[in-house]
């Protein structure tokens, strides 16, 4: 007998995650404490800044000096230090020499997956992965080609505005995503903050048994922040032009080589 569409079930995929092993590994079989963030959580969220999707994470404690932007926003995961945590952007090493990163100016732009991994993970990544390990991934450009934009505005002049574009099959795929992000911050005088954020992503397919990918990431941003003029206290008037600057790229070039069921070739480069 034929069965109803009543009574058909969906099929409940795996939820699968690489950063734990190195290689795409069910979470059940991972034997660790690992969360996975996906795109749309973070888009029904609105989060425009990678802390604010990982401040609620269980067993992070994050501190942030300052307003949006400003200086030193840290991660501590489990009571460790924050340069005990290893940041990888589509498995590209990102910490500053020492194992610190700040996360203060990393938006959302361009992040389809977050995996975040509990515990010391040393053997597979090294001295600065003592207490986890925090990956962020670029989609896969899929489906037929769709664009957006959003715009929003807030409190102390904070304007938002992002663009994009998707496209994919099985043979190519591309995704691109450009944010900016400007605010006078929550003081009158000198604490704008501003951020320019750019992701691409290209993918070829021409068989099951290859595949090539290039991700790149560009992020500008530029902080001001009030202090006393010199740092003498005789002179209490606000410096006007105590300003940072921050550029960062990261690219990486990856493929793929399935010669067999069983034997398979991978290549990666970053910078």
Request: hydrophobic share 35%; charged share 25%; glycine share 12%.
């Given at each position: 007998?034929?069965?109803s569409h009543a009574?058909?079930?969906?099929?409940?995929?795996?939820?699968?995650?690489?950063?734990?092993?190195?290689?795409?590994?069910?979470?059940?079989?991972?034997?660790?404490?690992?969360?996975?963030?996906?795109?749309?959580?973070?888009?029904?969220?609105?989060?425009?800044?990678?802390?604010?999707?990982?401040?609620?994470?269980?067993?992070?404690?994050?501190?942030?000096?300052?307003?949006?932007?400003?200086?030193?926003?840290?991660?501590?995961?489990?009571?460790?230090?924050?340069?005990?945590?290893?940041v990888l952007i589509?498995?590209?090493?990102?910490n500053q020499g020492?194992?610190?990163?700040?996360?203060?100016?990393?938006?959302?732009?361009?992040?389809?997956?977050?995996?975040?991994?509990?515990?010391?993970?040393?053997?597979?990544?090294?001295?600065?992965?003592?207490?986890?390990?925090?990956?962020?991934?670029?989609?896969?450009?899929?489906?037929?080609?769709?664009?957006?934009?959003?715009?929003?505005?807030?409190?102390?002049?904070?304007?938002?505005?992002?663009?994009?574009?998707?496209?994919?099959?099985?043979?190519?795929?591309?995704?691109?995503?450009?944010?900016?992000?400007?605010?006078?911050?929550?003081?009158?005088?000198?604490?704008?903050?501003?951020?320019?954020?750019?992701?691409?992503?290209?993918?070829?397919?021409?068989?099951?048994?290859?595949?090539?990918?290039?991700?790149?990431?560009?992020?500008?941003?530029?902080?001001?922040?009030?202090?006393?003029?010199?740092?003498?206290?005789?002179?209490?008037?606000?410096?006007?032009?105590?300003?940072?600057?921050?550029?960062?790229?990261?690219?990486?070039?990856?493929?793929?080589?399935?010669?067999?069921?069983?034997?398979?070739?991978?290549?990666?480069?970053?910078?």
């Amino acid at each position: 007998p034929m069965k109803s569409h009543a009574e058909e079930k969906p099929v409940q995929l795996e939820e699968v995650v690489v950063t734990a092993t190195k290689t795409q590994t069910p979470v059940e079989q991972t034997g660790a404490s690992v969360t996975v963030i996906k795109r749309e959580e973070i888009e029904r969220r609105q989060a425009t800044d990678a802390i604010q999707i990982l401040r609620e994470q269980p067993g992070f404690s994050l501190i942030q000096t300052g307003g949006r932007g400003q200086l030193n926003a840290s991660i501590f995961i489990r009571g460790g230090n924050n340069d005990m945590n290893l940041v990888l952007i589509d498995g590209m090493k990102v910490n500053q020499g020492g194992g610190f990163f700040d996360y203060r100016d990393l938006t959302t732009t361009g992040v389809g997956t977050v995996e975040i991994v509990r515990g010391p993970q040393s053997a597979l990544y090294g001295a600065d992965a003592m207490t986890g390990v925090i990956q962020f991934f670029t989609p896969r450009g899929r489906g037929p080609f769709s664009a957006w934009t959003s715009a929003g505005a807030g409190n102390y002049d904070t304007t938002e505005e992002r663009v994009g574009f998707s496209w994919g099959n099985k043979l190519a795929g591309a995704f691109f995503e450009f944010d900016r992000v400007d605010t006078t911050g929550i003081s009158d005088k000198n604490n704008e903050y501003r951020n320019h954020t750019g992701v691409l992503r290209l993918d070829l397919s021409p068989s099951e048994q290859i595949e090539v990918t290039t991700t790149g990431r560009f992020l500008q941003s530029r902080i001001e922040f009030p202090t006393e003029n010199e740092g003498d206290r005789l002179q209490p008037f606000l410096d006007p032009r105590q300003f940072a600057e921050h550029e960062h790229f990261v690219g990486t070039f990856g493929s793929r080589y399935r010669q067999t069921g069983w034997i398979e070739h991978r290549f990666k480069v970053g910078v």
